[in-house]
């Protein structure tokens, strides 16, 4: 966003908690849909997709019960216009290069930041510099995109706000392994989800799905590689386990999102589950949205876009939602009978089987489950 706002003559400022250099190698998500690369190329940032990083897409394939069904996806001459397979840190690098080569202003290491006079005409914003001064930044506006847990959302009263949210009641284990995957995959199982995703050539994330009451040291690592073997129903590539974290899974919506002069993007905003892989993709349309009313006021001093900003965004987020959901109970609810069981998971082999065989809805189906975080 505040590339496109630079580029348009609107000045900005950004403060960013993390070091360059975190924010350069922390591991995030891998594929940019097709809604992303549109509008990266619209912005006039589509360099920033394509670096040494780029991973090989691969079709992939889905396991149910230990038996194969390959993804088989038929790609149409002269798409120029789907997925890249792109770690997110790798693209948040690009777009941070691009940022400061046209003169931006990013603040790093930025701490105990606060926001007050939202509702006024100059609303302010506080921080801590590296040195440890105080520093204060008088803004026409504030765009809030500090996360789940970020001031921005906090800073709101919280009869300004209500919070919609839903709890699928079990977690993934995530696994950053020091190993590499051939391809990509996905398996039901009646004992649950799982997920091997290339993370280059000698790393990959894992990902079971587990009770939610488990915790890391109920899974030590010979037990998660036993477990990969057991519902992909083959023999995994047993390698050193790096990190790994109990994620549960849940979804969320602030309504509204905004609050005087503060707007709320991406995860400050709302939640999907990994399953559906589109978090960077509600973070950009967020994006996008906001810089087009930003720079109409400045241009013009329409605010129109300003004011419908929350409910335009708002749309487009609860289609979303309804997918997130979808998709998530479709891959999971036929694992530990706990969840729902044997019937589920013949529902979802018939769901994935139509799918499969129909090639719209094969492109479709592979589109909007790529890029699992």
Sequence with gaps: MVNLL??????????????REYADQRQRAGTIDSFGVRLLREWGLGDAMFTDDVVAEDEGGMWIDGEAMPIEVDQEDGDED??????????????????LASGGDLRFEAS?????????????????????ALRTIEAGFVAGADGDRGVSRASIPAHALTRYTHEFGYSWLSI????????????????????????????????????????????????IWAEMAARFGTAMPDGPIIDKRVIP??????????????FLLGDAAHIVPPMSAKGMHLALHDADALARALILFTRE??????????DDALQHIWNYQAFAAW???????????????????????????????????????????????
């Design 249 to 262: 899974l849940r979804s969320a919506v602030t309504v509204p999102m905004q609050c005087g002069k503060l």
């Design 176 to 223: 950053q392994a020091g190993v590499a995957a051939d391809s990509s995959g996905m398996a039901i199982h009646e004992r649950g989800f799982a997920a091997m995703i290339p993370r280059g050539s000698s790393a990959s994330r894992l990902y079971l799905q587990v009770p939610g009451t488990d915790t890391v040291a109920d899974w030590p690592d010979e037990r």
């Design 112 to 132: 105990d930041v606060g926001l007050s006079n939202l509702d006024d005409h100059r609303p302010r914003v506080a921080y801590r510099d590296t040195a440890g």
């Design 327 to 373: 998709i998530t109970n479709l891959m999971h609810n036929a694992g530990d009978p706990s969840y729902e069981g044997e019937f589920a998971k013949h529902i979802a082999r018939a769901e994935l089987q139509r799918q499969f065989l129909s090639p719209a809805a094969n492109r479709l189906f592979i589109e909007l489950t790529s890029g699992l975080n």
């Design 301 to 310: 001093s329409d605010a129109s876009l300003l004011d419908s900003y929350s």
């Design 6 to 19: 630079l580029r348009n003559g609107v000045d900005c400022i950004v403060l960013e908690r993390q070091s």
């Design 82 to 99: 789907g997925s890249v397979y792109l770690p997110q840190q790798v693209l948040v690098r690009n777009l941070t290069d691009a940022f």
